[in-house]
């Protein structure tokens, strides 16, 4: 199970990444304005940030202790950020807003992506038991 939390985050926050390129992408070019675009795409990463870890994480609050599920969420979402193809291009999340891509937008992305995702998980793992796990959970 624990494995399976941190591919389905590193899998799915990577793919969301990359979508959100092409959309963004897309719309900078209609809209003529590269602006835009980075708006676009910093939007919806953060979109697929939130609902990602809250779908990867919730479910698994029984069958986890609340440590377990914040430690594999958190490698599951660097392991998303490393995968992305835009990452090393310092295109991925939002700081191309506030500087050119680059080494700096790598190291702003990759912070940024880690304190909304992992926002998100401590939310979402919230009720799982500090210590032991629920012992009625199933599997």
Do not use: K
Request: glycine share 8%.
């Amino acid at each position: 199970m624990r494995p399976a939390l941190t591919a389905q985050l590193a899998l799915t926050t990577a793919a969301a990444a990359l979508l959100s390129s092409f959309a963004a992408l897309y719309v900078a070019q209609q809209a003529m304005d590269a602006r835009a675009g980075v708006v676009l795409r910093a939007l919806l990463v953060t979109v697929a940030l939130v609902v990602g870890s809250w779908a990867a994480v919730r479910p698994r609050v029984l069958g986890a202790t609340r440590a377990g599920l914040r430690l594999r969420a958190l490698l599951g979402l660097a392991l998303g950020y490393a995968l992305s193809p835009t990452t090393w291009q310092g295109r991925t999340y939002a700081a191309q807003l506030v500087v050119a891509p680059g080494t700096a937008t790598v190291l702003l992305d990759l912070a940024l992506w880690l304190v909304v995702g992992g926002a998100v998980v401590m939310v979402a793992s919230a009720p799982a038991a500090a210590g032991e796990r629920a012992t009625y959970a199933v599997g």
